[in-house]
């Protein structure tokens, strides 16, 4: 039986829970078992075994602005239903059903959670449909939607401009990778390999002796693992002057300059910036 395994920083009182899903029907919450003199043990709690009688498809940890978790668990047949964290005796999280669901115009095939805001606060969340429409939430409320126009499979996070913000990563089967920003801008990189894309992760991770940086992990089909570390954007959205503390009202009083004259110097100066 095929399972995901999602880690999402879920702590009540000092416990964790690993949350362990069976893409068949059921979702379970396993917890460290603190009580043992050796090392900690994975427990399972039957308690937190969760039967949608449907099949999982996708599925993310998400935390509000009141600092509340919420599961969005994404069933093809049923759209997005949403569990929200409860204590049990103050001694574990108990995921309890909330009476909301969200309509999604075709299945879910990933999404991602707790991705981080500007502000420093996480609490946005976001989906992809097999249609390829790309969907930002911040709690349970739509901010926008976003139409790939491509199968996409995997969905990542990771702060790819450093503008303390974290970009969404969206990839293809055919490699075709998004990123794509909380205001809907984006750019496309074409993976460079003539081969299809079995799986697809994004992050900050290190080789030996560097810091933590963006990185890309394309696995093929063929058997290929292939890593892109170091990876920066300078920008998503649309760059001009007016961005810039630069007066260039002589490229427009001087006469002697011409039409020609006068791009070149906008190019130099952008280029300058961008560096």
């Given at each position: 039986m095929e399972t995901r395994t999602v880690y999402n920083n879920m702590t009540y009182n000092n416990i964790t829970n690993d949350l362990l899903v069976i893409l068949d029907t059921n979702v379970r919450v396993y917890t460290w078992d603190e009580s043992c003199n050796h090392d900690r043990e994975?427990?399972?709690?039957?308690?937190?075994d969760i039967n949608f009688d449907a099949q999982v498809d996708a599925i993310t940890v998400n935390t509000d602005s009141n600092g509340n978790q919420m599961l969005f668990v994404c069933i093809p047949s049923q759209g997005i239903k949403i569990l929200k964290a409860a204590t049990n005796n103050n001694k574990f999280m108990n995921w309890e059903p909330v009476s909301l669901a969200l309509d999604a115009s075709a299945p879910v095939t990933d999404a991602i959670g707790n991705i981080r805001k500007c502000d420093g606060t996480e609490g946005l969340v976001s989906f992809v449909t097999l249609d390829g429409v790309?969907?930002?939430?911040?709690?349970?409320?739509?901010?926008?939607?976003?139409?790939?126009?491509?199968?996409?499979?995997?969905?990542g996070k990771t702060d790819i401009d450093s503008d303390?913000?974290?970009?969404?990563?969206?990839?293809?089967?055919?490699?075709?990778?998004?990123?794509?920003?909380?205001?809907?801008?984006?750019?496309?990189?074409?993976?460079?390999?003539?081969?299809?894309?079995?799986?697809?992760?994004?992050?900050?991770?290190?080789?030996?002796?560097s810091k933590n940086l963006p990185t890309l992990v394309y696995v093929t089909f063929d058997g290929q693992v292939i890593v892109y570390f170091d990876v920066e954007l300078t920008s998503l959205g649309i760059i001009t002057l007016n961005d810039y503390d630069i007066?260039?009202?002589?490229?427009?009083?001087?006469?002697?300059?011409?039409?020609?004259?006068?791009?070149?110097?906008?190019?130099q100066l952008l280029d300058c910036n961008a560096e």
């Open positions: 994975l427990t399972h709690n039957e308690k937190q790309l969907k930002m939430y911040e709690g349970d409320e739509e901010k926008w939607s976003l139409p790939l126009e491509k199968p996409i499979f995997a969905l303390r913000t974290e970009e969404v990563v969206a990839c293809s089967w055919d490699g075709l990778t998004f990123f794509v920003d909380h205001h809907k801008n984006f750019v496309v990189y074409k993976f460079e390999e003539s081969v299809n894309i079995r799986a697809f992760c994004v992050g900050k991770y290190s080789l030996v002796g007066d260039i009202g002589f490229l427009c009083k001087d006469e002697n300059i011409t039409p020609a004259k006068r791009a070149e110097v906008i190019r």
